[in-house]
T-cell receptor, first 113, second 113 residues
């Protein structure tokens, strides 16, 4: 009964193609985030959302867009995938009234060839 | 510019001994510091947190220490167990809103029998 799920878990795509990753939550949390994990860089914030249709950029947002049309879904789109976007992508949610930070999804491993 | 740094990419400790993981930060505008643990092919999971107004928080085998003057926090695991082998990320939550977390690069902890 995971409160947050990501799909797909793995994807291989070709350079130049658009790719959309989905994050779905059942916790009704207001805040949702997309991070990428790369060796030597830890987790870096791509985009985040603080409500339906309210999104903002993180530190590595170039080449990515997001959408949040309903509370439970947060989509990350790579407009035209590049090899530098090969990474593991994590979605996270948080309750603004808690002190426990985020709950993360299991991740999507994306390979751009 | 990395606001949260974990300068040790890896650490190896004998089972039963103490593991000490370190983290430094450069920005004073953080209200919470957190540690996450990550196993391969899984998302990070919350381990322990500390408010910026405290200097120590303990939860079972895990203790986090915060030295604000040095902008340094550490995670102590006593005694270390084989199941503690994982990558550990420290993170800091900004006070400016949207509950954004800034992560360090991670430290891979290996517990040897």
């Amino acid at each position: 009964d995971a409160g947050i799920t990501q799909s797909p878990r793995h994807k291989v795509t070709e350079t130049g193609t658009p790719v959309t990753l989905r994050c779905h939550q059942t916790e009704n949390h207001r805040y949702m985030y997309w991070y990428r994990q790369d060796p030597g860089h830890g987790l870096r914030l791509i985009h985040y959302s603080y409500g339906v249709k309210d999104t903002d950029k993180g530190e590595v947002s170039d080449g990515y867009s997001v959408s949040r049309s309903k509370t439970e879904d947060f989509l990350l789109t790579l407009e035209s995938a590049t090899s530098s976007q090969t990474s593991v992508y994590f979605c996270a949610i948080t309750d603004p009234n808690g002190s426990y930070g985020y709950t993360f999804g299991s991740g999507t491993r994306l390979t751009v060839v | 510019d990395q606001q949260v740094k974990q300068n040790s990419p890896s650490l190896s400790v004998q089972e039963g001994r103490i593991s000490i993981l370190n983290c430094d930060y450069t920005n004073s505008m953080f209200d919470y510091f957190l540690w996450y643990k990550k196993y391969p092919a899984e998302g990070p999971t919350f381990l322990i947190s500390i408010s910026s107004i405290k200097d120590k928080n303990e939860d079972g085998r895990f203790t986090v220490f915060l030295n604000k003057s040095a902008k340094h926090l550490s995670l102590h695991i006593v005694p270390s167990q084989p199941g503690d082998s994982a990558v550990y990320f420290c993170a800091a939550r900004g006070i400016q809103g949207a509950q954004k977390l800034v992560f360090g690069q991670g430290t891979r902890l290996t517990i040897n029998p």
